[in-house]
């Protein structure tokens, strides 16, 4: 059947929504990395010392990094080496002083974020849903929502720089605890030079009463974006979190390190959801976002539970495995991912289970999408330690294939120290059934509908681990992703 | 209503359909038989509009317009309807997202307003009486997991729903037992009426005790070989199709 690839091409091809650029003045430092940069950030924000020891102890470590070897080749990622001294390290937008309410955010911003679908007005959505919104533009937070109201509970909400400020304690006590400065490449860069990004703290027994989110926006040329974020679950208390990204059409590429750190204590749960829509690059693969990300929870306490969530649809490429440390004893890890390369973008991740206490478990579903010429690689280690008696593991790994210049690899890594543990690994690949989509077609739905369909019904385990209402935004995305990639 | 003049058609550059002439009125039903292999799913994968179903000679026509330029679901929108022999199973999306989708997108075509969940809940739920489908297969995912019987019973549904003008039933009947095959046979006869055609592919006489035709046809080689009355099902299942290929 000659014409299905080209069929399947023209929806994959997408018309990216979000690629604008703000008008707005802000304040930047000249492109280059050195140890002036990191302090030069640190004085910005105005930070305590032994932040800036931090910064400067990860600079050094990321100088010897570049030195040696520079960044990671073992992903199956491939693009052009980075000059990490053509990197705008900080840009912020403009402002008078300090905020002391929403109603003072420059209204071009408030524009940008309503553009963007976010609402930074502290309203119900439509659903009925109340979500408390951290949103973060290119280096800096520009605006935390409901955080009264959450303080109410004794819940902390803010952006990471305010944190430093005001939580001291709790920053000092977490900060590089799951992630160490050192941990990799990326990490290490991103401890020296993070700008900005969110933190939360969930007291003892507190379930969390909204969704919290961030949302990142890249806006400025030629920066590079390197949040960090850290969230704190006490004894007993329960968060649903969700982060959102876009950024506006660029030819030359943006580069994205990021460092997600979780803390569970005994009993307590996040559940973690990320929707990434960074810009993906042109058909050709000029321009777009490299998504360079480290994101890890801990599962400290016993009973305590880390589900990550991802759907992945953006970025030029992508390098992430959100990991769970499955430290308590009965402890639960969860990593449900959708992943979708079209035309030139490449995807290489997973997660890591590190099951560490007895009797702890951990899920693993990914669902991999390829079209056009999109690689992607499903990697993923799951790794019982001698002292994980009972533990057990579950992984699914399924590729959907859209046309045949795409591909799909699944590297799955098992280290099993333990012989009281249960590990089982599925794979499969598959096309889309030509029989699935005249049915659809045979019904009366158009070929774009029939296939968004059938990769909806494919990510199905995955999306309905989201959020009621993210999970609508999630499968227009897929939607909106896939079009083109049919001719 | 339809209207196929010397037809001929390839898969894989391989003839299968070599000249067939048929003309449905509206408000007939008229039967396909033949032995397996003689061309009866690619006749109505052709009139439904598959890909890599190659029509190289002749023309269709449905309610005169050229049925063969259309795409496949343009066809469905128009009111062609195709029972499937093997209906597809696609897992991870639900029974009724999927059949409100259908009826929407045929709706809005027809230039009616599209039905919210509620409005289809109400229709679906009495049209699923009549093929005594349980409540739990619109919930499940598109034929997965489903029985023989279930996924012929939901291709029935669907008919049901969509009240196409043209319908074509792709052996409806194989793998059914009795009971099956006369909740299926009563849904199709709940359709009939004088604007509605329909064309019922069969391998068996058994079905047409049910559903009885104007016409029956007799295919063999892709070409029909044999025209009569509903009396030539009869005929044919006790001299057997090798009678029909002796003959000709
Ligand atoms: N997709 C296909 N690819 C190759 N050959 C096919 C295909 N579909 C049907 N055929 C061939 O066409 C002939 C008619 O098949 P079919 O229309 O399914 O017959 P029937 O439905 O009457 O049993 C058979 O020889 C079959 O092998
Ligand atoms: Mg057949």
């Known amino acids: 059947m000659a014409s299905d690839n080209a069929d399947l091409q023209r929806i994959a091809d997408q018309e990216y929504q979000y690629g604008f650029v703000t008008d707005i003045d802000s304040d930047q430092i000249p492109p280059g990395l050195n140890e002036e940069t990191v302090r030069h950030i640190s004085a910005k924000k105005n930070e305590p010392d032994w932040m800036l020891d931090f910064r400067l102890k990860a600079f050094r470590r990321f100088s010897e990094m570049l030195e040696e070897q520079a960044d990671p080749t073992w992903a199956m990622v491939d693009y052009p080496k980075i000059n990490y001294q053509d990197i705008i390290y900080y840009s912020a937008p403009k402002t008078e002083a300090v905020l002391e309410s929403l109603d003072e955010v420059d209204p071009e911003l408030l524009r940008t974020y309503d553009k963007l679908g976010i609402s930074l007005a502290e309203q119900k959505r439509l659903s009925g849903v109340k979500v408390a919104v951290d949103a973060v533009f290119d280096s800096v937070s520009v605006a935390t929502t409901f955080k009264s109201e959450l303080e109410s509970k004794g819940i902390i909400f803010c952006s990471f720089s305010e944190a430093v400020q005001e939580h001291p304690d709790l920053i000092k006590k977490y900060l590089g605890s799951v992630v160490p400065y050192s941990d990799n490449f990326f990490a290490c860069l991103n401890s020296a030079v993070f700008s900005d990004g969110s933190f939360a703290y969930i007291p003892k027994g507190v379930k969390c009463p909204m969704e919290l989110s961030t949302y990142f926006r890249i806006n400025s040329a030629g920066t590079g974006q390197f949040e960090r974020t850290l969230l704190v679950a006490d004894e007993g208390a329960s968060v649903s979190y969700l982060e959102g990204c876009t950024a506006p059409m660029r030819d030359e590429n943006q580069l994205h390190a990021a460092v997600v750190e979780l803390v569970a204590l005994d009993d307590a749960e996040i559940k973690y959801s990320t929707v990434q829509n960074w810009y993906p690059g042109d058909k050709n693969g000029v321009g777009g976002i490299y998504n360079f990300v480290t994101k890890r929870g801990a599962c400290r306490g016993r009973r305590s539970k880390i589900s990550w969530t991802q759907v992945e649809t953006g970025s030029a490429i992508t390098w992430k495995y959100p990991s769970c440390l499955l430290q308590g004893d009965e402890s639960i890890g969860e990593f449900y991912s959708v992943a979708m390369t079209n035309n030139r973008q490449q995807a290489d991740t997973g997660t890591k289970m590190i099951h560490i206490g007895k009797n702890t478990r951990s899920t693993i579903i990914s669902k991999g999408i390829s079209a056009g010429q999109g690689q992607q690689s499903y990697r993923g280690l799951v790794k019982v330690g001698r002292k994980a008696e009972g533990a057990r593991n579950y992984s699914q790994c399924d590729s959907l294939l859209l046309g045949d210049q795409c591909g799909a690899h699944t590297f799955p890594y098992l280290e099993i120290e333990n012989q009281a543990s249960t590990v089982e690994h599925e794979a499969t690949t598959s096309k889309i059934s030509e029989d699935q989509l005249f049915y659809c077609q045979q019904r009366g739905l158009s070929e774009e509908d029939s296939i968004s369909m059938i990769v909806n019904g494919f990510c199905k385990e995955v999306l309905r681990e989201l959020p009621m209402e993210f999970a609508v935004e999630a499968q227009n995305l897929l939607s909106v992703s896939l079009e083109g990639s049919v001719g | ?248």
């Open chain 2, 1 to 248: 209503m339809l209207e196929i003049k010397n037809l001929f058609a390839q898969v894989d550059d391989k003839e299968i359909l070599s000249g067939i002439d048929l003309n449905i009125g509206a408000g007939e039903v008229h039967a396909i038989m033949g032995p397996n292999g003689s061309g009866k799913s690619t006749l109505s994968n052709v009139l439904a509009g598959r890909a890599g179903y190659e029509v190289t000679g002749g023309s269709v026509t449905f309610e005169g317009k050229n049925l063969l330029d259309m795409d496949p679901e343009i066809r469905a929108r128009e009111g062609i309807f195709l029972a499937f022999q093997y209906p597809a199973e696609i897992p991870g999306v639900s029974n009724d997202y999927f059949l409100k989708a259908s009826l929407n997108a045929v709706r809005s075509h027809r230039g009616e307003s599209e039905l919210d969940a509620m409005d289809f809940l109400e229709i679906s739920r009495e049209k699923m009486k009549q093929v005594e489908m349980p409540d739990d297969l619109m919930s499940r995912a598109i034929n997965e997991g489903f029985s023989g019987g279930e996924k012929k019973r939901n291709e029935v549904l669907q008919m049901l729903l969509l009240e196409p003008k043209m319908c074509v039933l792709d052996e409806t009947d194989s793998g059914l037992d009795i009971d099956a095959l006369r909740v299926v046979a009563e849904g199709v006869n709940a359709l009939r009426n004088e604007s509605r055609s329909m064309l019922v592919i069969t391998h068996y006489q058994r079905l047409l005790e049910y559903i009885v035709p104007d016409k029956v046809h007799v295919l063999s080689g892709g070409r029909i070989v044999r025209t009569g009355g509903s009396e030539l099902a009869l005929e044919l299942e006790e001299k057997g199709y090798g009678w029909i290929e002796a003959s000709t």
